[in-house]
């Protein structure tokens, strides 16, 4: 981290990198997972999976269901040291 005189405990929270990995059918379902860990045995974990939405409605050509679920510490860099509930969101994306 280049500067850090604000929080100068955030690598005990996200760390130094992230662990990741994707799994994709060619035009089907992806799922993708990453795990970060903190120096300070602090981790969180965020998982997405994505569907064709032309494979759900034929008058649809574009556009993917999104669900994604985290757990953890760290999803913005404003609340990196608190632990919050575990949320699931549900949206529409674009492209993936």
Do not use: C
């Given at each position: 981290?280049?500067?850090?005189?604000?929080n100068?405990?955030?690598?005990?929270?996200?760390?130094?990198?992230?662990?990741?990995?994707?799994?994709?059918?060619?035009?089907?379902?992806?799922?993708?997972?990453?795990?970060?860990?903190?120096?300070?045995?602090?981790?969180s974990?965020?998982?997405?999976?994505?569907?064709?939405?032309?494979?759900?409605?034929?008058?649809?050509?574009?556009?993917?269901?999104?669900?994604?679920?985290?757990?953890?510490?760290g999803?913005?860099?404003?609340?990196?040291?608190?632990?919050?509930?575990?949320?699931?969101?549900v949206?529409?994306?674009?492209?993936?």
């Open positions: 981290y280049v500067e850090k005189s604000d100068p405990d955030i690598a005990d929270f996200r760390g130094y990198g992230d662990y990741g990995v994707s799994l994709e059918h060619a035009r089907r379902l992806k799922i993708a997972a990453t795990l970060r860990v903190g120096t300070g045995g602090h981790a974990v965020l998982v997405d999976a994505s569907y064709p939405l032309r494979a759900l409605f034929s008058a649809v050509r574009y556009g993917y269901l999104h669900v994604q679920y985290f757990n953890g510490y999803e913005t860099l404003r609340s990196y040291d608190q632990r919050g509930p575990w949320q699931v969101r949206g529409l994306m674009l492209v993936r």
